[in-house]
């Protein structure tokens, strides 16, 4: 599913938008030093699965975008030689860009949803397939609650459909509830 999600144009373009400013900042050790030190941490921390590490990173980058910013606003940032490449001037105004921070929001908030059904699926106390339903409908009905989008809301559907959906489980949920 999140894969899916990712493939989706708009996403996509976050997500590329996302990775620019992270491989900036890592390709360069004084910008990487400086987010260390105002961050107070990393902004990649691979976790899970290699399809939610989008999501973690998109998180992650808006965890610490207030930290960022003071980095990309600093008398530091404007003297140093970064600041005017193409590449700096690029990721400085992603930096300050409120469309994009809110797009960045909105797609963490529907990966969200996801995320919290696959930590449970993936974790060591493997649960039952009428657990594994529940979550499903929690997880629909928490995108309903964010007004997720449709095309979402279908990608879950036919993954969903494919993969997992099979009248015995169903009975099985329908017995225990």
């Known amino acids: 599913m999140f894969e899916d999600i990712g493939k989706r144009d708009s996403v996509a373009q976050l997500i590329g938008n996302g990775r620019k400013i992270t491989n900036f900042i890592y390709n360069h050790g004084w910008l990487l030093g400086k987010m260390r ?20 990173a998109l998180d992650s980058l808006l965890k610490k975008r207030v930290d960022l910013k003071k980095i990309f606003i600093s008398n530091e940032w404007a003297s140093h030689k970064l600041s005017r490449t193409e590449v700096g001037h690029e990721v400085e105004r992603l930096m300050f860009d409120h469309v994009y921070w809110e ?41 309903d609650r964010l007004k997720g989008k449709e095309w979402v809301k279908h990608i879950i559907a036919d993954r969903w459909d494919r993969t997992l959906k099979h009248p015995l489980y169903a009975a099985d949920l329908e017995l225990i509830v």
């Open 103 to 143: 797009r960045v929001e909105k797609i963490v908030s529907i990966y969200e949803a996801l995320y919290i059904v696959l930590r449970i699926v993936a974790s060591e106390v493997v649960p039952t397939m009428p657990f594994v339903y529940k979550l499903i409908q929690l997880m629909k009905s928490n995108l």
């Open 37 to 56: 030190q105002v961050c107070g941490g990393d902004i990649v921390c691979p976790r899970a699965t290699i399809f939610a590490t989008n999501y973690i």
